[in-house]
C-alpha cells in the first residue's frame, strides 16, 4: 500500500470547518482513500472512502485531487466531540488489512 | 445498528498465563480481523480470517493463536503472556467479497499483563 504523509496536529475552533490534509503520493490506480477516526482509546471508527470523485456522506466529505496524490477530509461543522485522532490509509481494495500510519489529532476548541 | 461485539472488555493476567479474547462480527459479516494497539502507538494488524480461514497475517506472535468458527466469530489466544503484551486489542469485520470491504471496528479488549 501507498505511504500517507499527514501533519502531527491540527487545532480548529468548534463551528468552523475542519479541514485535515493527506499526501499520497505513491498511490497506485487502484488503491481507494480510507479516512478512519479513534478517539482516546475507542475502537477507530469509518468515516469515508474514495477512488478519484469526491465523496459526502452524514460525516464529512472527501475531497481528492485530480492528480489523486494528495486528499482532505473536510467536517464541515467541528464540535468538541470531534477531538480525535484521524487516519488517512491508502489500500487496495482486495487487501485484507488495514495500515495505520500517525494520524493527525484534531483538537477542537471551544 | 448492530455493531462488532468484543469480550472481554478489560482483562488482567499474570506474565506467563494465557488470555483468550472473543470477538461478535456484524451479522452477515464474513471476514474479521485482529489489531493490536500499544500503549502510545498507532493500531497493529496481526492476523483476519476470511470465511474461517486465515487470510492474511502481519506481525503476529507465535505464541498468538487465532481462529474463525462456523459463526464467524472468532477468538484470539495468547499464551505465556509478557508484559509487552498489553495493549488494546481490538477486532474488525468486513461484509462479503464485492461489497464494500469497509472494516468496523469493535471497541475493544483492554489487557492488561502483570
Known amino acids: 500500500d501507498a505511504k500517507t504523509t499527514q501533519p502531527p496536529s491540527m487545532d480548529c475552533a468548534e463551528g468552523r470547518a475542519a479541514n485535515l490534509p493527506c499526501n499520497h503520493s505513491?498511490?497506485?490506480?487502484?488503491?481507494?482513500v480510507y479516512w478512519y477516526r479513534q478517539i482516546h482509546s475507542q475502537g477507530p471508527q469509518y468515516i469515508i472512502h474514495g477512488l478519484k470523485n469526491n465523496e459526502t456522506n452524514e460525516m464529512a466529505s472527501l475531497i481528492i485531487t485530480e492528480d489523486r496524490k494528495s486528499s482532505t477530509l473536510i467536517l464541515p461543522h467541528a464540535t468538541l466531540r470531534d477531538t480525535a485522532v484521524y487516519y488517512c490509509?491508502?489500500?487496495?481494495?482486495?487487501?485484507?488489512?488495514?495500515?495505520f500510519g500517525s494520524g493527525t489529532q484534531l483538537t477542537v476548541l471551544p | 445498528a448492530a455493531g462488532v461485539i468484543q469480550s472481554p472488555r478489560h482483562l488482567i493476567k499474570e506474565k506467563r498465563e494465557t488470555a483468550t479474547l472473543k470477538c461478535y462480527p456484524i451479522p452477515r459479516h464474513d471476514t474479521v480481523y485482529w489489531y493490536q494497539q500499544g500503549p502510545g502507538q498507532d493500531p497493529q494488524f496481526l492476523i483476519s480470517f476470511y470465511e474461517k480461514m486465515q487470510s492474511d497475517k502481519g506481525s503476529i506472535p507465535d505464541r498468538f493463536s487465532a481462529q474463525q468458527f462456523s459463526d464467524y466469530h472468532s477468538e484470539l489466544n495468547m499464551s505465556s503472556l509478557e508484559l509487552g503484551d498489553s495493549a488494546l486489542y481490538f477486532c474488525?469485520?468486513?461484509?462479503?467479497?464485492?461489497?464494500?470491504?469497509?472494516?468496523?471496528f469493535g471497541p475493544g479488549t483492554r489487557l492488561t499483563v502483570l
Open positions: 490509509i491508502v489500500r487496495v481494495r482486495s487487501a485484507r488489512q488495514l495500515t
Open positions: 474488525a469485520s468486513s461484509g462479503p467479497l464485492g461489497s464494500t470491504d469497509t472494516q468496523y
Open positions: 505513491t498511490i497506485s490506480g487502484n488503491e481507494y
